[in-house]
Structure formats: structure tokens, C-alpha cells
């Protein structure tokens, strides 16, 4: 594991065994955002949606709140609903929107809204330090898996 990581979740472990966390398992908070999101951009935009749930987005509406480009605001929502963390409502323009596959789902997310308001640096850096979507995709080919 890459060592900004190794430091993310170390931190985040020593956290826990304090027990200053009220929003849950920081380490379980800290692997979703590893696992789940690939830029600021994707964590921001799901942030915004999950913060605004009744509300639904255009691409061009949520690109102009995120400062991005609404080229880059639509490959983020793509993403993010690939990941089946928003869901798309067809239409001219498309809009997009946070609705929860399940109550854990929507804690979870709750928790890396409370955890990235209060340790922005942080998560960013962990975000900004992993291998690119691509990488992961390629190294996650070669894993050896036990035949059943």
C-alpha cells in the first residue's frame, strides 16, 4: 500500500483506539473514499448531491458550484454512477441526483461529509496520493484469487 495511505490509516486507527470519532470507524470512513473515489471532484460532487438529496443537478448547474468544467462535471457524475452512488433521471439535459441504495450507505456518507469538513488537508492529500483509476484497474487484473 502506498505510504500516504499506510499514513492515513494509521492515523485514522490511532483515532479510534481513543474513541474521539463519533461519526464511527474513521479506517472504515478512510477505505470507502480509497476504494470509492478517484478525485476532490468525485468526493465534492457526491458531497454536494448527498448535502441537497430533493434537489436534482444538470452537469452544467453542479460543474458552475464546483468551479470544474461541465466536461469534467459529467465524467465525475458518470463515474459516480457507475459506483451506484447517484443515480441519472434521462432528459434534456440529463439530471442527476444522491438517493441512498441503503440506511448504511447514507451513514457512510454522512461520515465522510463530517470527516472531510473537519480534515480537508488531509483527505485531500490521501485522495491526491493514490495510484490513478487506471493503475488500479490493471493491478486489480493480476490478483490471484482462491478457487472455491
Not at 499506510?6 to 472504515?28: I, L
Not at 447517484?86 to 440506511?103: F, I, K, N
Not at 456518507?109 to 493514490?130: C, D, F, M, N, W
Amino acid at each position: 500500500m502506498h505510504s500516504i495511505l499506510q499514513s492515513a490509516f494509521r492515523k485514522g486507527s490511532e483515532a479510534n483506539r481513543r474513541g474521539d470519532r463519533p461519526e464511527g470507524s474513521v479506517d472504515e470512513v478512510l477505505r470507502f473514499i480509497v476504494e470509492e473515489l478517484d478525485s476532490v471532484p468525485d468526493l465534492e460532487a457526491l458531497l454536494l448531491l448527498w448535502q441537497h438529496r430533493s434537489k436534482s443537478w444538470s452537469a452544467a448547474d453542479l460543474g458552475r458550484r464546483l468551479y470544474i468544467g461541465e466536461e469534467q462535471t459529467q465524467a465525475v457524475l458518470d463515474g459516480l454512477c457507475r459506483k451506484r452512488l447517484v443515480t441519472v433521471t434521462p432528459g434534456d439535459p440529463e439530471t442527476y441526483r444522491y438517493e441512498a441504495r441503503s440506511a448504511e450507505q447514507d451513514a457512510m456518507i454522512g461520515r465522510v461529509e463530517a470527516i472531510y469538513r473537519r480534515e480537508i488537508v488531509r483527505i485531500s492529500t490521501l485522495i491526491h496520493g493514490k495510484p490513478s483509476a487506471a493503475i488500479r484497474d490493471f493491478a486489480r487484473a493480476f490478483r490471484f484469487t482462491k478457487e472455491k
